[in-house]
């Protein structure tokens, strides 16, 4: 299919990797992060068996860089999470929560730390480039903030790291789990991470020069032919299966640290002060009333995920909201994320979903649904 037959504007962006996605057959699109992202390339069921057994290539060009630089960006970074940043080190990636004055969250990113006063904030949907100016006007701090030409693609499943052993050779096998590594494919200028949206082993290769986009996609398809790679999209199947936030959805600025279960992103007594320390001492405090579980929902499976929150009711009354749900082929059931009040949230707990087709019960269950440890990802 040709690019021009999907009729796209010029107010939406495109990835350096769009024509080379068009042609491996993208057939739909979304937007996210004011650009394109390829969300179909056949049936999303072989796209999760594709990544679970072998490896996938995704164009995540979406995952924009907010680049933090100058002799404060450390102190100015710090400034932005809750999450204890005093021991990370340069190389170092950390999962991290953006939080405001209330303690609200506006996004989970990755945090690079290329140098010591050079980091990139790896951003899901949300315009933490226009918070992160606007923080620093009146900060005080001397720090410059932009968003760089960078570009990333993810690299995922098992085969992954053959894949990556053949384009950069054995060394790449050293990199550990989050961390990243500055390198050049062919000549194009690269920071390869040991991170990824897929709770599978993985890489996150962060192209430094759009124009080389295709040059990039098409190489390493060709390295991954053998090993059964395959163009992809981010897996739904996967990600819920990990128990992974899906920005918008599972979060948003009304949902603070504590109610996801991510207290361990939330140091309250480092001397750093962080915007909404105070609001985040308070909930902590006084406790929440409600909390993210995972939910089994018996029913036919699932055709996709859910494009709406689904009510929950227990005794007649709304207790909470289904914010991502789909079915997993690998377990045989349809699995959820879901925002409960707290005094429904203990395992076991039964529920009634209101499904489009009609109520039906859940069962409140532990999350992550697959691999709890992330020994898949980590290994």
């Known amino acids: 299919m040709n690019a021009d037959a999907f009729g796209f504007g010029t107010q939406i962006r495109k990835s350096p990797y769009f024509d080379a996605t068009v042609r ?106 226009l918070w992160a100016q606007g923080v620093a006007v009146h900060s005080g701090l001397d720090v410059q903030i932009c968003e760089p030409d960078v570009s990333p693609l993810q690299l995922q499943g098992p085969k992954s790291g053959l894949v990556m052993q053949a384009l950069f050779g054995e060394d790449i096998l050293d990199l550990k789990y989050y961390w990243l590594r500055e390198l050049e494919l062919d000549g194009i200028p690269l920071i390869v991470s040991r991170t990824g949206w897929s709770s599978e082993l993985g890489y996150e290769l962060y192209l430094r020069d759009g124009s080389k986009g295709d040059a990039l996609w098409e190489r390493i398809m060709a390295a991954g032919m053998e090993f059964g790679l395959k163009p992809g999209h981010t897996s739904s199947i996967r990600r819920i299966e990990g128990g992974m936030l899906s920005y918008h959805a599972d979060a948003d600025i009304k949902t603070n640290p504590y109610e996801l279960g991510l207290d361990r992103l939330v140091n309250l007594d480092m001397e750093a002060d962080f915007i909404g320390k105070a609001a985040l001492r308070r909930i902590r405090d006084q406790g929440v009333t409600r909390m993210q579980v995972g939910l089994i929902i018996e029913a036919d499976p699932l055709a996709g995920p859910n494009t709406i929150f689904w009510q929950i009711n227990r005794g007649g009354e709304a207790i909470g909201k289904v914010t991502s749900a789909i079915y997993s082929p690998r377990l045989d059931r349809n699995i959820a994320l879901a925002m409960v009040d707290v005094d429904h949230a203990r395992i076991g707990t039964q529920v009634e979903v209101a499904l489009p087709s009609g109520p039906t019960v859940a069962t409140v269950v532990e999350r992550p649904f697959f691999d709890p440890k992330k020994s898949l990802a980590a290994a």
């Open 24 to 129: 491996w057959g993208a057939k739909g699109f979304s937007v996210y992060n004011h650009m394109y992202i390829p969300r179909d390339f056949g049936d999303p069921e072989q796209n999760f068996w594709n990544l679970v057994n072998d490896a996938i290539l995704c164009d995540v060009a979406v995952e924009r860089q907010v680049e933090i630089t100058g002799p404060d960006a450390a102190r100015f970074v710090q400034m932005l999470t809750p999450r204890d940043l005093s021991k990370m080190k340069v190389g170092q990636c950390k999962y991290i929560l953006i939080t405001n004055a209330e303690g609200g969250i506006l996004n989970d990113p990755i945090l690079l730390r290329l140098a010591e006063n050079h980091f990139w904030i790896s951003l899901a949907d949300s315009d933490i480039l």
